[in-house]
């Protein structure tokens, strides 16, 4: 029987991951009760173990040789090693001197990797990977929606920008030395994109895609932002409803229905103008040296009643295709941020290379694809184009 942790299912989920060495071992057996029904009992487990290949490559009959080409030395390391590395380095955060430690202790001692021998291997698996890169930037392009945000990392002590584009099926990570509209348009696809783009509050995206639609956990963060420091009503409401449209949609969706009714929409049209008076004037009548967030409030409630705004603000309203948030894209970034916590880029070069490889992994894995065989692939020239 499957105990706590483990199950029946997880253990399908294993023997079907791929490359799976099913053993039987037979305990206690004898002449006198081998008809009889054992006990079955199974053990999921990982075996750590040194290979090395000899590759004897004979000539052909004119005396010359057929060397692959991922032979470039008479003593080389292979690519499954290469694969742990770089899955080490760009998946699960570890420094190079961890990595290079964690390799010496599983080998004995048999194999101590310099600094510059991984990070040459990451310059290798970015180069390798660029068909792919080429092909997610040509799937987003073709996508109906895609995420749009940045955020702030390192490069040799200095400020430099994550750019990212993605979406639930696709991530394209950028490295910019800005976070403007041309960086944008120039350094990324979204210049050439004709969809919607989910984002948070900034005005970078402006006349970018064929629409634009504000994350609304941004907006309720907004507003929460307000009502903890104003006893104001009107912005706890306004959250309320945020949260109600929200939740109405993914009923809908649940329910097989893709829109909401005209009827449904001149509904919630009135609750809203209700809920924004009741605030505004909750507003106009507060003091600003009462009111602790005082030039917060009428920002956001300016955003609430420029009508463009507003529109993007209540996109998802309208379109069921777009998400509600713009929490992919954070999601996304979030291994860029764990990353900085262990050790600075050093160049533009090294972390475009992550950029590149980063985005592959996330691509992968959001299409069900092993990331260590996808990895191992590219490093024998042979990269899994989704």
Known sequence: ??????????LNKFLNSGNVSYEIKEINKNSKNKNKKPMVFKIMDIRIQKVCTELRVYPNEDGTYDIPKSINRPIQYGSN????????????YNSTDGISRFISHITNDGINLSKSTLLSWNKTLSENLKPEIEKIEESLLNCYYINGDDSTIKIDGNNFYDLCTCN???????????????????????????GIIVKDGTSVFNGMGI?????????????KGVYDFVNHKGAVDMDHYLKKCIHNRKQLINNGIHAFSQEEKEKL????????????????NSKASENAVYEDERKLLTRFEDERERNEIFYFINDFQVPTTNSQAEVDQRGLKIKQKIGKFRSTK??????????CILTYKKQNINVMNAICSAFNNNPIIV
């Open 1 to 10: 029987s499957p105990s706590t942790n483990l199950s029946l299912e997880k």
């Open 81 to 92: 090693l290469k694969t742990i590395c770089a899955f080490m380095n760009n998946d699960i």
């Open 168 to 194: 639930d099926k696709y991530t394209r990570l950028y490295i910019s030395d800005k976070k403007d509209s041309n960086s944008w348009k120039e350094k990324t696809i979204l210049g050439q994109f004709q």
């Open 211 to 223: 629409a634009l639609a504000q994350c609304a956990s941004h907006i309720s963060r907004y507003l």
């Open 269 to 284: 049209d009135k609750e809203f103008k209700e809920i924004f008076n009741r605030w505004k004037k909750e507003w106009v």
């Open 350 to 359: 090294s972390a475009d290379e992550y950029a590149i490889i980063r985005s």
